[in-house]
């Protein structure tokens, strides 16, 4: 049950849930909510197919979750295997880093233009 919780926490943390919002889905304490992810109580096959309807992934990810999964949006795609914004699998990560990559690019862009502003509004310029 431990492997459980620890999916379902990092599914949870991937969607930028709180314990709190889990617990008050699931109609439960955070305590209560935060054991289930610590696997220090047992849960029955309705309440995770609840966890995983309100982390709108399928039962399966959920249990057999390998920490290949990343949010990318609210994209579904059944032929790239994303759904509900969740990519699993593999590609995961080439598709992460092409984000943060491209991030970067516009960032690094970002930078150049606000210091060329700076240096031409800088009083040393003129």
Avoid: C, W
């Amino acid at each position: 049950m431990h492997r459980i919780g620890l999916n379902i926490k990092k599914i949870r943390e991937l969607r930028n849930y709180t314990q709190e919002y889990m617990a008050e889905s699931l109609k439960m304490s955070q305590t209560g909510y935060s054991k289930i992810e610590r696997g220090e109580t047992d849960v029955t096959v309705d309440k995770i197919n609840l966890i995983a309807k309100i982390l709108d992934v399928n039962l399966l990810d959920l249990l057999e979750f390998d920490g290949k999964i990343t949010v990318i949006g609210s994209v579904n795609d059944q032929a790239t295997g994303i759904r509900n914004g969740i990519v699993i699998g593999k590609e995961s990560f080439d598709k992460e880093r092409q984000l943060y990559e491209e991030q970067i690019k516009m960032l690094k862009e970002e930078v150049a233009y606000l210091k060329n502003i700076i240096d031409r509004l800088s009083p040393t310029a003129k």
